[in-house]
């Protein structure tokens, strides 16, 4: 299995914070998970022109594959304006339009107000169900006053993002027994 983190903005280091704890989660839960991070913050990507991701090279094709390889994807991301970042819909918007068929994926969205909760239920949830994803059905939302220097200072967020990476895990191992089974009740 290939667990993909996406660390949804090119600034900032709450989400990324978030986000690293989120791996180290996976790999505790089940050393033998391929994970793999990509921070915005560390590419620099193309904006979508409407080519296949294909099609781009450098680190767009870099960020795009991984996201197409992958068996399931954490997405973290941070509110801007009560809303996602650009960066991360660009990301999207380089994908195809089913990028996300056949995989899990899970959320963690940071943010300086409570007030921006419903922000990924109403915004996030939409575009990945649009591609097809199978969406974790609770995400994890941190206030930036529960990560301080660098660490995440509230019990609580550790067992929530704890409690994403197993659903994700659990999930993907579900979708992916059940394709099987129904691939192999066709003869050819």
């Known amino acids: 299995m290939k667990i993909v983190g996406l660390s949804g903005s090119n600034v900032g280091a709450t989400t990324r914070t978030a986000m690293d704890y989120a791996m180290k989660a996976i790999q505790e839960f089940d050393p033998e998970i391929e994970t793999r991070l990509v921070d915005l913050a560390?590419?620099?990507?193309?904006?979508?022109?409407g080519r296949d991701y294909v099609e781009y090279d450098g680190d767009t094709r870099d960020v795009t594959q991984a996201l197409m390889e992958a068996d399931a994807i954490i997405i973290g991301t941070p509110i801007f304006q009560a809303s996602i970042p650009g960066s991360l819909k660009n990301v999207f918007d380089l994908l195809p339009v089913d990028a996300f068929r056949d995989k899990v994926v899970g959320i963690l969205v940071t943010a300086g107000s409570a007030k921006h909760y419903l922000v990924a239920e109403q915004q996030l949830r939409?575009?990945?169900?649009?591609?097809?994803?199978?969406?974790?059905?609770?995400?994890?939302?941190?206030?930036?006053k529960e990560i301080h220097r660098g660490q995440?200072?509230?019990?609580?967020v550790s067992l929530r993002i704890e409690r994403l990476v197993?659903?994700?895990?659990?999930?993907?191992?579900?979708?992916?027994?059940?394709?099987?089974?129904r691939e192999s009740a066709y003869a050819f």
């Open 152 to 156: 995440i200072v509230g019990d609580d």
């Open 42 to 49: 560390d590419y620099e990507l193309m904006f979508s022109d």
């Open 166 to 181: 197993e659903d994700t895990v659990v999930l993907t191992q579900a979708y992916s027994q059940m394709r099987s089974a």
């Open 126 to 144: 939409p575009i990945l169900t649009y591609m097809k994803a199978q969406v974790v059905q609770s995400y994890v939302f941190i206030e930036a």
